[in-house]
């Protein structure tokens, strides 16, 4: 040793220190045998004895010396000794191990020293015994520094992974398994806190390493896995014996490593069943188990696992069978993170089964969903799938494989939702919950990832993980972060407890300080990738940046030796890097080095950038399709640096900055970081990044013109909301080369929101491109083909692609087979994408001989190339090849969506609508392979319809190639089947789903791919009896062509047909069915030509129509309900429009001036008569013209009288029938109300009208309950009927009218029972208690019978409810002026009887929205149980009282009382708007954006008083923006004029002229800029969130606008507009002043709706243009196709409800002529 030191010049005794351990292994071993008679062991023993002595010697290394090597070096010295293990084959009886049954004789013998396991057991124990500890063993003592073990386990596996040798492989798992069995005996005595990381440490390295066997097990390699199953099963015998719940968290991931191993190999069958079976069997009632147990994916349905699979779905299903949602909520119930990819394998299988199997389920749960999208289970499904094939992409293709199946089976679906997760972990969130300080934010991040990695099969990436959390827990930061989280019980502090240092070891971290500390980091290949890839580009960058010095956090400064090894960890740790170096970055200079790298970066993005190859629809784009190509610039190191500036965007630069200065950490051209995210699919992010960047623009312009007023502001372009999107176009090509409009369009049409695009400015559709793109937006094909054939100067390959795409969903596929011929002789070596659409079209025209067939060699293949494939082996019956391809086309697809950015669901649809062709395609194999039987046929049919049904408000671009691909597998079918029946029953079903492609077709608008459809039906499908139901399609397609006399042609010869075959007909339910609907439809297009006489109309179809329907027995088909509904809905309307002509006939002027001549005749009649002149030729003639007049007012009144009847009669029969036309009850009632004087509507409506249920009255309470009253209207008992009506309804729906009722009976009960105090303030207020009406006191009449007989059967409820309006009517009435300037809780009087309230069981909240409930079973509603002591005081007049009512839930809900205050409008108004959101959620396209008007509930207590819901989570639009000292007019432009200024300044300019004014006006607007667009900015920071929310403001701004402008609603001042902060739509209050009231204020109101220039700026980018120009359109286009119910409550209101001055009613009247149609 010492000749070796002066060698290398080391000082010997520190060589032989280092070398310390080995000399051990040489040593101790033998001193263990003390026992053995062996010559050659004593012989050895002597000489460790002597080598010992000498080392103990004060001349070499001193006891003391060695006694603390052996203290400091223990876990060295026992890794040395477990290493020299050997279990030898033959063993003397007595010295068998655990280890003896896994030798073998093969085994070679490794070099000497090596022992066997008694020996190494010995020699531990002699270790231990040497330790002047109480320890009976070496664990023990190995507890008392628990990192010990880590470190102990960390270098077996270390030799483990570092062999390739099968034996020496075999030998370190030996050894493994020989510590680990130690360490198991004593775990329940907690191995010094580290039990938990060594148990999980344990499972997951033999987890691994079972997951990495070979494929074909013997000999050694069986040895060894039989040796990990052995050791897998005493660690989880002993975790179920001492570990309590610690095995449950892991159970999941052990069960589904083991379950494929079952069926792979026989001979280690057994064993893995016995552990399985011992898990799950045995534990089943153990209580730490059963719960881990019950959140199991399921077993395989296989023999083997019988048992198994009933134990764990009897514990599962122990409640009763799971609904779908239930299922789905079971697959999510635990993280990914936790789990290898492989172990869900079986959850998927079975999940993909669940969702095949309940597409019922699936639908409901979308629908139910429509309102709040992100709570939706299948948009949280969707995107944990996508993050599970994220994590599989490169480990298994059969999870990818059952990922794609899970997905194919949701397909395109309407997710109601543009955005589908957030871009942040979950990790991110829990840090900014949990802590406030940035730094321990970062520390817990940084653990949670490093804990992760902690479980990495990567052996070098535990390692470093080990060392950073060491270092990291060494710190006093970590040691803070220690003791603030250990009080929250989380399990990642357990398995970190080996770590963590005592106080008095902590670390002082040493600031690297440095001349230029960032000097090595301004080059530029260290931030551009080049020739490098991916992984070793951000490994380089994020390690000098930890080398550079300007990185001050502790805990950041510690990260690099995971940085090293992994490149995820990169990737999160990159942005808290550069955000840490701008932290600290004093003189400015890291920035600038900093900004100028990342520019860079982002410039060569777009130095590649070339426009795209073409303008497709995205079902035949890539799924990740590319608008630029970035080189060797890799995906993944551009989304790495977008994810570092979207990090800075949203870190505070200071306490007081903005929104907008926090965009600038660093100075970039956010345009061009625009340009790069939108080629990632970042498409939110793009969007936002571009209106960064116009702002910046605005305000760079802005400051040039002004240098005085210059300020870190941005502002708009005068006289422009939109920004001029034209003029920055131009600047940002001249400046970047980047045109900011093209970017625009690309990105809209990324995202699929319908409107957005037509916002991009209209200067640019004349460039052909953009016009072309508009065209595709909105399906119109024909032109889109027109202006491809114009435009010979675009880029061949758009050109061609386009034309081919135009072609195809035109429906001109023979043309299309025609040009592709063409294309592939003029350029046979096609782009790929050409390529692709050849395969494409050559499928869907079923020309197998167009293109070489299947190609032998597995290269890559396009989706459609692979579809083509398969079909042609389908065909071929070649059935191995057809899913070979299919599996790896499925693959291929998930794999590009793993790569996808999952920010925009629009961009998943294409990719999910080929997984479910594929999906359907592989399903039909089945079919093929065997011989078809009819019910198998029919089967498929009905998965098809039901997945059909899912995809119905889903684009027609999404479901045309679904439905293309299902029309050539039966036409495939058709050709290889010969026997007849089988024939014909194809041709049926190809007839059906041809008939269901053009239906859908034509509702998309698309009218030549009906007709194709239409065409080939004929080519298969005879008619039946002459008439079948696709001439019915047929003709509705020549409808929907403007072929109106081709169409009606058609339908009268089915007719005639069906006449002639009547016998048959009546026979037929399906004929029948026919016959109604032929007869229907006919009647309805006479009527809309006016092609024929009403009376021929109504009696020979649409009477007759009703006639064959109501001849119908048995209702059980829902199209034979549906046919019914029809029938009478057609007659009933046809009816009301003749009455409706009749009507307004009769009140015109002609009418007038015609009865006036009448009445002018009679007198000339009667003149004659009484002077008895002779009569003679002129007085016959007058007589006779008389008769004949009077005789055709007759008929018009009797005519009127009849259409009246019929239309009353046949809106009731519509209600009997069903649901789907519940609407029309409103005008029913309108037709009842107007003509309540009217005999036989009255006989009707009592006769028929009581069979109505009642809940379908419900909407209509309002208006019904103003027109109650006791007289008897000419004995024809309107009242009486009506007053029954109401009864029925308020004993079937107490909750919905009881309120509604007592306000009409407690119309004075203010003067009543406040008559002291209401006096007083009338004296007060200009709310003078008014007269009550001899009408009011009718009512009041009526609605006291009405409430005695509901008390009759629900007198509590009565009595409780009467209570509750009484305390709420005293406490609207208390004078609160006491407490005017108290801003806190004002203690309610004791003397308040709402005090005393309390357990109101049967009175629900009132301001709770209860859902109506057709059996009129209410359960679960929640109750009114007590009021909070204290109440607060709203702004205004009267002083209105807010109070928290706590619900029988546990929940306050806060009300607003109101008194001296009539609240009755605000309820019919709210009622409007229920009724407007109804309108708006029947119709798909104001469906599919979810246009609503957000409402509140608001109860009239009596002509005075009510409660209204306080609208949570909202602030008033002027509180934003001017009210207060943080208001964002003064946050954002604080050198603007004040908001005060500019009001005093337009008041003090009233009186001067309108010129002056107008100057005062402009220069005000040039001084006080909007600011608005921060809102969504402010408070929604991730980019998809922001554009969902600023989505929701603007398309809620252009509902309620145009809603607002048909009620002619008024003061809409900035207060009593609510913003709602959560999801940014606006809420209308204090809708007093409506029907054009605004016009007689004392400043009259003009403007149809509020739309001011902050309004607008909160639009962004594009203004009134696009999202909300469209949406204004669509909502005045529901709402005048929808006039009659909207009408008959304005009516009602106007007329009955309210008194309301003339103007209201003129404003009523023009309604009529707004609501027409222009």
């Known amino acids: 040793m010492k000749s070796i030191a002066n060698k290398i010049e080391r000082d010997w005794r520190q060589l032989l220190a280092h070398c310390f351990p080995k000399i051990l292994l040489n040593i101790l071993p033998y001193f263990a045998c003390q026992n053995q008679e062996d010559s050659e062991i004593a012989l050895k023993r002597e000489k460790a004895h002597k080598v010992y002595d000498m080392l103990k010697d004060e001349n070499c290394l001193g006891k003391q010396l060695m006694d603390n090597l052996i203290h400091s070096n223990l876990p060295e010295i026992v890794v040395e000794v477990l290493m020299t293990l050997h279990e030898p084959v033959n063993i003397k009886p007595g010295e068998e191990s655990a280890l003896t049954r896994f030798t073998g004789d093969l085994d070679p013998i490794p070099n000497p020293p090596h022992f066997p396991s008694y020996v190494i057991k010995a020699t531990l124990d002699y270790i231990s015994g040497c330790h002047k500890t ?32 099968v034996y020496q492989k075999h030998r370190n798992l030996m050894i493994y398994h020989f510590f680990v069995t130690l360490l198991l005996k004593e775990i329940k005595d907690g191995l010094g806190g580290a039990w938990a990381f060594v148990l999980r440490d344990v499972i997951y390295t033999i987890i691994h390493h079972i997951s990495n066997r070979p494929l074909l097990l013997k000999g050694v390699s069986l040895r060894s896995f039989l040796l990990c199953c052995d050791l897998l099963s005493r660690v989880c015998h002993t975790a179920v014996t001492c570990c309590k719940d610690a095995l449950g968290s892991h159970l999941h991931v052990i069960i589904g490593t083991l379950i494929p191993i079952v069926g792979e190999q026989p001979e280690a069958q057994e064993e893995v069943l016995a552990l399985l079976k ?4 045995d534990n089943k009632d153990n209580e730490n188990l059963s719960q881990a147990i019950k959140h199991l994916d399921p077993f395989p349905d296989h023999p083997m696992f019988k048992e198994l699979r009933t134990t764990q779905q009897k514990i599962k299903y122990n409640r009763g069978k799971f609904s779908l949602l239930e299922e789905i909520n079971h697959f999510l119930s635990f993280d990914i993170s936790d789990a290898l990819p492989i172990t869900r394998l079986e959850g998927l299988n079975d999940l993909r089964k669940q969702l095949e199997t309940h597409k019922d389920q699936m639908k409901d749960l979308m629908k139910a969903s429509q309102e709040n999208p992100k709570d939706c289970i299948i948009v949280k499904l969707m995107a944990c799938l996508l993050q599970l094939s994220k994590t599989a992409v490169n480990s298994t293709d059969t999870v990818l494989e059952a990922v794609g199946s899970c997905l194919g089976e949701i397909g395109p679906i309407n997710f109601s939702t543009t955005a589908l997760q957030h871009s942040k972990s979950s990790s991110y969130y829990s840090a900014v919950d949990l802590f406030e300080d940035r730094e321990l934010q970062c520390t817990f991040i940084m653990l949670s990832l490093i804990n992760n990695a902690l479980i990495d099969h990567c052996i070098e990436v535990r390692s470093a993980a080990a060392a950073c959390l060491k270092n990291i827990l060494a710190t006093k930061t970590g040691h803070t972060f220690w003791e603030m989280y250990k009080s929250k019980a989380d399990t990642m502090l357990i398995y970190l407890h080996p770590f963590r240092v005592s106080k008095k070891k902590l670390l002082e971290v040493s600031v690297n300080v440095r001349e230029k500390p960032l000097e090595d980091l301004n080059n530029t290949n260290l931030w551009i990738p080049q020739s490098r890839s991916h992984d070793i580009w951000i490994k380089a960058l994020t390690c000098a940046l930890l080398d550079g010095g300007g990185v001050k956090s502790e805990v950041l400064q510690f990260l690099k030796p995971l940085c090293e090894v992994q490149t995820d960890f990169c990737q999160t740790v990159l942005p808290y890097l550069i955000h840490d ?156 080369g980047i045109n900011l409009q093209g970017l625009l369009m690309d990105i809209y049409r990324s995202i699929g929101e319908p409107d957005s695009l037509y916002g991009c400015g209209g200067g640019k559709m004349l460039q052909p491109l953009a016009r072309i793109r508009t065209y595709e937006h909105e399906a119109v094909w024909g032109k889109a083909l027109v202006t491809y054939d114009l435009e010979t100067s675009l880029p061949p390959s758009t050109r061609q692609a386009g034309i081919i795409e135009a072609l195809q969903n035109f429906g001109l596929c023979d043309t299309l087979s025609i040009y592709l011929k063409g294309l592939e002789q003029e350029n046979p070596k096609c782009s790929l994408e050409l390529q692709e659409l050849r395969y494409q079209a050559a499928w869907r025209n079923m020309q197998w001989d167009q293109i070489f067939s299947v190609k032998d060699e597995m290269g890559e293949r396009g989706y459609h190339e692979s579809l083509y494939d398969a079909l042609q082996c389908l065909r071929d019956k070649e059935f191995p090849t057809f899913y070979e391809r299919l599996k790896c086309a499925r693959i291929k697809e998930v794999e590009e969506l793993s790569k996808a950015s999952l920010e925009s669901v629009y961009s998943l649809l294409p990719t999910l609508c080929r997984l479910q062709t594929i999906g359907e395609l592989e399903h039909t194999g089945q079919l093929f392979s065997g011989s078809l039987t009819n019910r198998q046929l029919n089967d498929m049919y009905l998965k098809w319809q039901s997945q059909s049904q899912l995809l119905q408000d889903s684009d027609f671009s999404f479901q045309e190639p679904i439905m293309a691909l299902r029309t050539v597998i039966l036409k495939i079918l058709l050709e290889k089947e010969n026997e007849n029946t089988k024939r014909e029953c194809i041709k049926d079903t190809l007839t059906k789903h041809l008939v269901e492609l053009s239906r859908l077709a034509r509702v998309a608008k698309n ?76 009647g309805s297009w006479l009527a809309e030509t006016c092609l024929e ?51 307004n006939y009769m009140k015109s002027s002609e009418f007038e001036n015609k009865q006036a001549l009448l009445m002018a005749a009679k007198q000339e009649v009667c003149l004659l008569r009484e002077h008895k002149i002779q009569a003679n030729r002129y007085t016959v003639k007058v007589q006779r013209e008389l008769e004949l007049d009077e005789r055709a007012i007759h008929a018009l009144r009797e005519d009127r009288r009849r259409f009246l009847c019929k239309a009353v009669e046949n809106y009731i029969r519509c209600l009997l029938s069903g649901d789907e036309c519940d609407l029309w009850i409103f005008r029913l009632c309108s037709l009842w109300l107007e003509n309540s004087g009217v005999s036989d509507v009255n006989v009707m409506i009592k006769r028929e009208g009581e069979k109505i249920p009642s809940y379908k009255f419900l909407p209509l309470m309002y208006q019904l309950a103003a027109r109650m009253g006791t007289k008897m209207m000419d004995g024809l008992g309107f009242h009486h009927i009506l007053n029954n009506l109401i009864a029925r309804i308020s004993l079937d729906h107490p909750h919905h009218t009881l309120f509604i009722i007592l306000a009409l009976a407690n119309a004075n009960k ?38 005695n007989i509901i008390k009759c059967q629900r007198a509590d409820m009565v009595r409780s ?37 309390k357990d109101l069981d049967d009175v629900v909240v009132p301001t709770l929205e209860i859902k109506v409930d057709p059996s009129g079973k209410y359960e679960n509603l929640v109750t009114v149980r007590s009021f909070k002591p204290e109440f607060r005081l709203a702004g205004g007049l009267n002083l209105p009282k807010i109070i928290d009512c706590v619900g029988s839930d546990g929940r306050e809900r806060r009300q607003l009382v109101k008194g001296r205050d009539d609240l009755r409008q605000d309820a019919v108004m709210q009622q409007v708007f229920q009724m407007c959101n109804t309108l708006l959620q029947q119709n798909t396209e104001t469906r599919k954006r979810k246009l609503t008007i957000r409402r509140y509930k608001v109860v009239p207590l009596s002509q005075r008083s009510g409660v209204l819901e306080w609208c949570t989570g909202t602030i008033p639009l ?65 980019p998809a969130v922001w554009f969902e929310k600023r989505l929701a403001y603007t398309r809620s701004v252009a509902t309620s606008s145009i809603v607002g402008y048909i009620l002619g609603l008024g003061d809409r001042h900035v207060q009593n507009i609510l913003l709602d902060e959560q999801t940014a739509e606006l809420v209308h209050i204090d809708l007093g002043v409506a029907f054009e009231q605004g016009k007689i204020l004392p400043t009259p109101e003009t403007v149809p709706f509020r739309l001011t220039r902050d309004v607008v700026d909160g639009m962004g980018i594009t203004g009134v243009e696009g999202v909300f120009r469209r949406c204004c359109e669509k909502t005045m286009a529901v709402m005048r196709n929808s006039q009659e119910a909207l009408l008959t409550i304005v009516e009602v209101t106007v007329s009955s409800c309210l008194p309301l001055h003339a103007d209201c009613k003129e404003h009523f009247n023009s309604l009529h002529s707004l609501m027409l149609p222009e």
């Open 134 to 165: 109480k320890s009976k063993s070496l664990v023990a003592v190995l507890s008392k520094n628990p990192e010990s073990f880590q470190r102990i386990l960390f270098a077996i596996c270390k030799q483990l992974s570092g062999t390739s040798n």
């Open 278 to 281: 011992y898990l799950v069997v």
């Open 581 to 736: 170096i701008l932290l600290h970055d004093s003189n400015q200079s890291g920035q600038a080095l900093l900004s100028t790298n990342i520019q860079g970066f982002f410039t060569t993005c777009c130095k590649f950038a070339k426009a795209p190859s073409r303008s497709s629809t995205p079902v035949n784009s890539d799924p990740d399709s590319e608008t630029l190509v970035c080189g060797s610039l890799d995906k993944i190191s551009r989304r790495a640096m977008l994810a570092v500036v979207d990090y800075l965007r949203q870190q505070k630069r200071s306490p007081s900055s903005t929104v907008f200065e926090d965009s600038f950490w660093l100075e970039l051209n956010y345009l061009q970081v625009a340009m790069t995210a939108q080629s990632c699919a970042a498409h939110f992010t793009a969007l936002l990044y571009v209106e960064i960047y116009a702002d910046k623009i605005n305000l760079d312009k802005k400051q040039k013109r002004s240098p005085s007023r210059a300020a870190k502001q941005l502002t708009f372009e005068e006289g422009s909301q939109n920004l001029t999107i034209t003029g920055l176009s131009e600047k940002s090509e001249e400046e970047t």
């Open 1007 to 1082: 009218t030549q791919l009906p007709e194709r459809a239409v065409f080939q039906i004929k080519q298969y499908s005879p008619t039946r009896h002459g008439v079948s139901e696709w001439q019915l399609e047929e003709a509705q397609v020549f409808w929907a062509k403007k072929e109106e006399t081709l169409a009606l042609s058609i339908l009268k010869n089915m007719v005639k047909k069906l006449d002639e075959d009547w016998f048959m007909v009546e026979k037929d339910p399906n004929l029948k069915l026919i016959y109604t609907e032929c007869l229907r439809l006919c």
């Open 1093 to 1143: 006489n009403p009376t021929v109309i109504m009696q020979n179809y649409l009477e007759k129509a009703v006639e064959v329907a109501g001849s119908q027995n048995g209702d059980h088909s829902d199209e034979l309900k549906s046919g019914k509904m029809k029938a009478f809905l057609s007659l009933a309307r046809f009816s009301d429009t003749q009455y409706q002509r009749i009507e």
């Open 1310 to 1347: 203010d003067e009543l029972l406040t008559k002291p105090e209401a006096a007083r303030q009338s004296r007060l207020t200009k709310n003078v208690p008014k007269e009550i009406s001899p009408l009011d006191m009718d009512r009041m009449e009526a609605a006291s019978n009405i409430i």
């Open 1361 to 1397: 409810v009467e209570a509750l309006c009484n305390a709420y009517i005293i406490l609207a009435n208390l004078d609160a002026s006491p407490w005017k300037s108290q801003r806190g809780g004002v203690s309610i009087p004791s003397n308040q009887p709402i005090t005393k309230l």
């Open 1518 to 1582: 002027g509180e934003f923006l001017i009210n207060t000292d943080r208001s964002a007019h003064k946050r954002y432009r604080p050198k603007d004029y004040t908001s005060l200024f500019c009001q005093t300044t337009m008041m003090n300019a009233l009186k001067k002229a309108s010129e002056e004014k107008y100057v005062i006006f402009m220069d005000i607007c040039q001084n006080f800029q909007p600011v608005f667009r921060y809102f969504c900015m402010e408070k929604f920071l991730d």
